[in-house]
């Protein structure tokens, strides 16, 4: 059984940074290309950043582009997002999500290219 765990989320001003870390376990990580996403208050879920499962290919949605980073850790099964320069537009449940099997050098940024989804965890930017 494939998890993914959150964690990194909180309550911060506006112009800090926050990591975001996901743990995946009960799989292979090195195998799955990895997404996140978020969810604002009544709004869809939509694609924040993407990296494949090999080479770090990797893309970003327009709004967090130049602000958020995606990285991985295949020795600690995990990826991570570096946001920085948070807005209150950036407020939102954050998703990671998995895709297994993938391309090596491939980036997903439907949520329907996912099959594994994390719990999420919030991020609250103040004004």
Sequence with gaps: QVQLVESGGGLVQAGVSLRLSCVISGGTFSSYAMGWFRQAPGK???????????????????????????????????VYLQMNSLKPE?????????????????????????GYWGQGTQVTVSS
């Excluded at 924040?48 to 327009?62: C, D, E, F, M, Q």
């Design 44 to 78: 869809e879920r939509e694609f924040v950043a993407a990296i494949s499962r090999a080479l770090g290919n990797t893309y970003y949605a327009g709004s967090v582009k130049g602000r958020f980073t995606i990285s991985r850790d295949n020795a600690k099964t995990t």
């Design 90 to 114: 950036d407020t939102a449940v954050y998703y990671c999500a998995a895709r297994g099997p993938s391309s090596s050098v491939t980036y997903y940024t439907r949520d329907s290219d996912y």
